[in-house]
């Protein structure tokens, strides 16, 4: 098999099925993600073992080789023409399967995205902490690059990304952006965090905050004069800032409780839902820091922040619930939809 021209037929398919990913793994059909729902390549053949190392070799370094041996896993980036992907090879059960995860060439708009126009609001800030929190696969980075491209357009700022890998790739506009990827251009995330101080950077977008450490480095940069974008795995605003605290040891609790109640932004956390005409369309939760919130934070209060944001809409905060009342509302998705995306269908129900 001629294993570039495959990848460029596949390639074309995800493209012309508007398909998000693709999974190529020995022993099944190729297979792509189409608005949320897995449908298998059945014209194409049953991939071997020799097949995936065919595609492995047109896609990962020999240092990626290298790790994929070492570590039984490893993240890389790829590019073909125009089209990029951001990949996964991993073993399973001594198999080995790749996921490719397409990066549109383009960066939507907020408008594009059908996300709130106040999310431009944090772009403007000149320090703090803004996370976009949600599972994976739900849209965050594509919504922080549209919020990048927002400052690259309208700001003279010198911008740093560190990523895991690259994904979105920038072209300078009023602003400088250099983009670092992990494992090439640095070692790791703190490295580039540290290293971020003595190279005059205005923003920094830090494509994932894996560790305490990645995290401490981040919050001290926000307190420092710098306006940090990241992303963490969480499902709505009460729990990232939980998950954040409780990562460290009990004895820091109390100082990084502080610190993200003077840093923190905003938390933004999506959804991506099937919509009933086709395609996905984002539910969200907004928390925006203000002088409530900080309190609430700095009193271990936390617990109470989900009855701040379902209280102060006219502060433009959203509430998750209120956002995926609207959209059945409007038509765009499913009663059942919704309920799947609440995690408090009881309220979702007074709503609808």
């Known amino acids: 098999m001629d294993y570039k021209k495959e990848i460029e037929d596949l390639v074309t398919m995800v493209i012309h099925e508007g398909a998000s990913d693709l999974h190529l793994s020995e022993g099944r059909n190729p297979i792509i993600r189409v608005s949320g729902a897995l449908m298998p390549l059945v014209k194409k053949p049953v991939l071997s073992l020799n097949d995936i190392k065919g ?3 047109e896609f990962l370094s020999e240092k990626n080789k290298t790790d994929l041996e070492n570590d039984r896993e490893v993240d890389f ?3 073909l023409t125009e089209t990029r992907f951001r990949g996964n090879a991993f073993y399973r059960q001594t198999h080995l399967s790749i996921a490719l995860r397409l990066i549109p060439k383009s ?9 709130p126009p106040i999310l431009e609001s944090f772009t403007r800030r000149q320090q703090g902490f803004f996370l976009c929190v949600g599972p994976i696969g739900q849209g965050k980075t594509t919504t922080l690059a549209s919020l990048i491209e927002i400052i690259n357009q309208t700001r003279t700022e010198h911008i740093l990304t560190i990523e895991d890998p690259i994904e979105y790739i920038y072209e300078s506009k009023k602003s400088i952006i250099d983009q670092r990827e992990v494992g090439i251009d640095t070692p790791d995330f703190t490295s580039a965090l540290v290293s971020m101080f003595r190279e005059d950077i205005d ?3 830090l494509g994932e905050m894996r560790d305490t450490d990645t995290v401490a480095t981040a919050v001290t940069a926000a307190e420092t004069g710098h306006l940090v974008f990241s992303t963490l795995h969480t499902n709505n605003a009460a729990q990232t800032i939980n998950r954040i605290i409780d990562s460290f040891p009990p004895a820091q609790q109390d100082q990084i409780r502080v610190q993200i109640a003077g840093s923190l932004t905003g938390i933004f956390s999506q959804r991506l839902i099937p919509r009933i005409s086709g395609g996905l369309i984002p539910a969200y939760e907004l928390l925006i820091n203000n002088s409530a919130v900080s309190n609430l934070i700095r009193e271990k209060r936390i617990h109470e922040i989900n009855t701040v944001i379902e209280t102060s809409s006219g502060g433009g905060m959203v509430d998750m619930n209120r956002s995926l009342a ?3 509302r ?12 609440s995690l408090n269908p009881k309220t979702l129900e007074r709503m609808i």
């Open 203 to 205: 923003v920094c977008l």
């Open 330 to 341: 409007r038509g765009e998705i499913s009663v059942e939809s919704a309920y799947n995306n």
């Open 326 to 328: 609207d959209l059945v």
């Open 107 to 115: 960066i939507r708009t907020l408008a594009e995205l059908n996300l």
């Open 77 to 79: 980036s790829y590019s």
């Open 55 to 57: 595609f492995l070799n």
